[in-house]
């Protein structure tokens, strides 16, 4: 009974946040309104937390830059994590997802049917709404030259 009481208060907690699940049909709302940068993630991804610290350290800096998030825990028993993670990360304009329950493959297809699931991935969209996919850690240098910041 209290394991079922604490499941149920984690599962609650979750819905309360800010983090959305992402079905397959909302895709093309992670794709909007260039420039936006949208990071694929996972709580099982050690190179993944360097770049999200790298982000939240930018986005202390740079509020107003438009960012999404998209954990690719399919796991409802990981979405707490993913909330933590995405707790930690502040701005202006960003959105949270989660992949939603057991639809990875179905996600991974609709987001690139090039993009075979390796991680930490990223897209740029830019002011004319061309997308740039990017395999491997992004750097900060990279990031200011996408959303044309000074170095500050």
């Known amino acids: ?3 079922l009481f ?3 208060v984690l599962v609650f907690s979750f819905q309360a946040s800010a983090t959305e699940v992402l079905h397959s049909r909302q895709v093309d709302q992670l794709f909007t309104e ?8 996972s709580v099982d991804c050690p190179p993944c937390y360097k ?3 790298l982000l939240e350290t930018l986005l202390e800096t740079h509020q107003k830059l438009a960012v999404t998030f998209v954990a690719t825990d399919d796991d409802p028993s990981r979405y707490p994590e993913v909330d933590v993670m995405h707790q930690r ?3 202006e304009q960003l959105q949270k997802w989660v992949f939603a329950e057991m639809n990875a493959p179905q996600l991974r297809f609709a987001i690139d049917p090039n993009w075979s699931g390796v991680l930490p991935r990223s897209y740029f ?3 004319k ?5 990017h395999s491997g850690l992004l750097e900060s240098r990279q990031i200011m030259d996408w959303f044309e910041l000074s170095g500050s």
């Open 1 to 3: 009974m209290r394991a």
């Open 6 to 8: 604490f499941g149920f």
């Open 34 to 41: 260039g420039p936006r940068l949208v990071v694929l993630w």
């Open 51 to 53: 770049e999200l610290a």
């Open 89 to 91: 990360l502040q701005g």
């Open 125 to 127: 969209i830019n002011h």
């Open 129 to 133: 709404g061309q997308r740039f996919a």
